[in-house]
């Protein structure tokens, strides 16, 4: 059973950045996708961005600017920089892992992290 | 960019049959998953490639789509049943997964 594990501060000051990291257990991170998603307090699930096992990324077009998403297969983890952050940047960050994209051109989230809640405040 | 639209909520009595809407432009042509969140938890996957569904998921969930709308129903609802549901499709525009507004499903 795939498990995923996020880790981090809870606590960023407004114009730092937030780091995080997710750390995978129980399977393999080739021929996966990794993805980072968070959700603002009441609010609906946002896709940041994803990695392939190998190190290409793909990003939110509306935080593209400030997100750089990395990974290291020896440690089993992929993690989540983003720069400038303010209160807008306050929510629930979730790693989640991605399948790879199906012969009808889609895919989606088979395994989720618990979350961490990030709070961005001086 | 892709947008998702559902309703904030749908109540349903326990045991009847809830409906939960998905609209989006031309959605019928997409491939819609879901994913149901209760209060506190993290999202869990509960179907796949429009009406497919993970292993320990209850045939009580199902999906179906056509034209501009996807739905997912969940028959002979439980009080268990009760949480956020979201669909999601992949916006092949940006290469990018996007979810809907999210809908609030309450068994009363």
């Known amino acids: 059973q795939v498990q995923l594990q996020e880790s981090g501060p809870g606590l960023v000051k407004p114009s730092e950045t937030l780091s995080l990291t997710c750390t995978v257990s129980g399977g393999s991170m080739s021929n996966y996708y990794w993805g980072w998603i968070r959700q603002s307090p009441g609010k609906a699930l946002e896709c940041i961005g994803y990695?392939?096992?190998?190190?290409?990324?793909n990003y939110n077009p509306s935080l593209k600017s400030r997100v750089t998403i990395s990974v290291d297969t020896s440690k089993k983890q992929f993690s989540l920089k983003l720069s400038s952050v303010t209160a807008a940047d306050t929510a629930m960050y979730y790693c989640a892992r991605l399948l790879p994209i199906d012969r009808t051109g889609t895919t989606w989230f088979d395994y989720w992290g618990q979350g961490t809640l990030v709070t961005v405040s001086s | 960019s892709y947008v998702l639209t559902q309703p904030p909520s749908v109540t349903v009595a326990p045991g009847q049959t809830a409906s939960i809407t998905c609209g989006g432009n031309n959605i019928g042509s997409k491939s819609v998953h879901w994913y149901q969140q209760k209060p506190g938890q993290a999202p869990v996957l509960v179907v796949y490639?429009?009406?497919d569904r993970p292993s320990g998921i209850p045939e009580r969930f199902s999906g179906s789509h056509s034209g501009n709308t996807a739905t997912l129903t969940i028959s002979r609802v439980e009080a268990g049943d009760e949480a956020d549901f979201y669909c999601?499709?992949?916006?092949?525009?940006?290469?990018?997964?996007?979810f809907g507004t999210g809908t609030k499903v309450t068994v009363l």
């Open positions: 999601q499709v992949w916006d092949r525009s940006y290469d990018h997964p996007v």
């Open positions: 490639d429009d009406n």
């Open positions: 990695i392939y096992y190998s190190g290409s990324t």
